[in-house]
């Protein structure tokens, strides 16, 4: 009789346990908290009241793990908006036109996301789920594990045997110092400081705006030598907005009700601080400041057979990319496949973590590309899946420190571009703003269901040989979206009136 521990009951934790109960005799989820009766923000999780998007691959994985949750999602008041085509976002290279692509994001809750995929996962009852419970380490040796220590609401360990482990305890994760205390060798540790802080607060929409809103995103522009500041607004369920504010040192979005909407209205543009304005403020200010791009290689390390390890305990990249829940589900996804091929025996082993790992990459790479940017100076326009910068601080690992604010994500050196690049670069990242071919290429990357944007030579040379498309004003931009064109002249008429 098979039987496998997950520990940690989150997003990544229940999907895995999901995916292991089409293979093992027993599934066992073990999770310090106990999960609310509710839609309601889970103690354990930091980012539990901050803004939570879905991202197309995610979404795609999603109801790929558990069929119909999109639908169940959206049934109960998540919002699903194409990118850019339900969205208003202006890049530091300036306003998007709206175009169709297949890219989209599902924004609502993290509270509503994780109630309605732990029912679906869960209500069955093949999966044994222990609240209240602490992992307190591995048990086995280098070559094997065989179980893991637990204190179960309080009462002494107790070791539980079992045939594979998975952690899924995310930022947290202990696992490197237990691996070692069983002799199973160090693993390799990479961060990439960002410097980024947000604050985010919820409010309660007008009802005239509450759902027709698109997404709104704003990115900072690049000024040498002063901070970067950003703004997202997403409808949520329940006719609520989520708006998150995010700044790089010494522009961190203050906490206070009259900071709070005097950053709003100091950004490029005052279309969020405007609708703060006429929403009403559910809550306080909520800060968080763990926006550090951190990478254990657990697949470089000699792990022993009957562990693995998954979702942001392994990579967790700055959450303003919004893509940590679509690379749990999609790193789900893919130990479903590696189980289909070898089962819950020796061979699932040889490759697993290098399997999960590579469902990984593509983000890991994107934030650290996106989040050094800012150290030349230009902003290729990679910018607009998120809301704010680094500052550029420092990559470390377990052996020893290097500085790598102008290096790659491997640690090698960056060049820096000359003229000529960076006013090709700069042609590309506004072609991007009209261009349906170069917009569903970089959304398609960006949303996780492209591994690479295609590279469309004609449509490239048309962009460097031929007339620029003229870019939006602020008001062609909003014009777009008719919902919020309208309340924006009524407003304007009202205020002037």
């Not at 793990?65 to 699903?80: Q, R, S, Y």
Request: charge should be neutral; include cysteine.
């Amino acid at each position: 009789m098979s039987r496998a521990v997950v520990l940690g009951g989150g997003l990544a934790g229940v999907l895995t346990a999901t995916v292991l109960a089409g293979h093992a005799d027993e599934v066992v989820l073990v999770e310090g908290d106990r999960y609310p009766s509710g839609p309601h923000p889970r103690r354990g999780l930091p980012q539990s009241h901050h803004s939570h998007v879905l991202v197309a691959g995610g979404a795609r994985a999603l109801d790929a793990l558990l069929p119909g949750t999109v639908d169940a999602l959206l049934a109960n008041g998540a919002h699903l908006r194409g990118l850019p085509g339900d969205a208003l976002i202006y890049s530091a290279d300036g306003w998007f036109r709206r175009l169709h692509t297949d890219a989209h994001l599902i924004s609502c809750t993290r509270a509503l996301l994780d109630q309605v995929v732990r029912r679906r996962a869960l209500g069955g009852g093949d999966i044994e789920v222990w609240e209240d419970t602490r992992a307190l380490g591995l048990i086995g040796d280098e070559a094997r594990i065989t179980g893991v220590a637990v204190s179960r609401q309080g009462a002494p360990p107790e070791t539980v045997r079992t045939d594979l482990v998975v952690d899924a305890t995310g930022r947290r994760s202990r696992s490197p110092r237990w691996l070692a205390e069983i002799g199973a060798g160090d693993v390799e540790e990479v961060s990439v400081a960002t410097g980024l802080a947000y604050a985010t607060r919820l409010y309660q929409a007008p009802g005239d705006l509450a759902a027709t809103i698109p997404a709104i995103m704003l990115h900072p522009g690049v000024e040498k030598g002063r901070p970067a500041r950003g703004a997202t607004l997403f409808p949520v369920e329940d006719g609520r907005w989520i708006v998150t504010l995010t700044g790089t040192p010494g522009g961190e979005p203050p906490t206070d009700e009259q900071g709070f909407t005097a950053f709003a209205r100091s950004l490029r543009h005052p279309i969020v601080a405007d609708l703060m304005a006429e929403a009403t403020p559910l809550g306080v200010v909520r800060p968080y400041r763990d926006t550090v791009n951190r990478r254990r290689f657990f697949e470089r390390a000699r792990l022993p057979a009957g562990f693995a390890v998954v979702g942001d305990a392994a990579v967790a990249v700055n959450p303003i990319h919004s893509h940590g829940m679509s690379v749990a589900a999609l790193g789900a996804l893919r130990l479903r496949e590696e189980l289909a091929r070898h089962g819950i025996g020796p061979s699932l082993f040889t490759r697993l973590q290098a399997a999960l790992a590579a469902e990984a990459e593509r983000s890991w790479r994107m934030a650290i590309e996106q989040d050094t940017e800012q150290d030349t100076g230009q902003d290729t326009g990679q910018d607009t899946a998120r809301a704010g910068k680094r500052t550029g601080e420092r990559t470390r690992d377990r052996a020893a420190e290097r500085d790598t604010g102008r290096s790659g994500c491997d640690g090698a050196p960056r060049r820096e571009p000359n003229a000529f690049e960076r006013e090709i670069r700069t042609r590309l990242a506004q072609a991007k703003l009209s261009s349906p071919r170069l917009a569903a290429d970089f959304f398609g990357v960006q949303t996780l269901i492209s591994a690479d944007a295609a590279t469309d030579r004609s449509e490239i040379a048309r962009v460097l040989t031929g007339r620029p498309e003229p870019l939006l004003t602020a008001e062609e931009a909003i014009a777009q979206h008719p919902a919020l064109a309208a309340w924006r002249r009524t407003r304007f008429t009202a205020a002037t009136g």
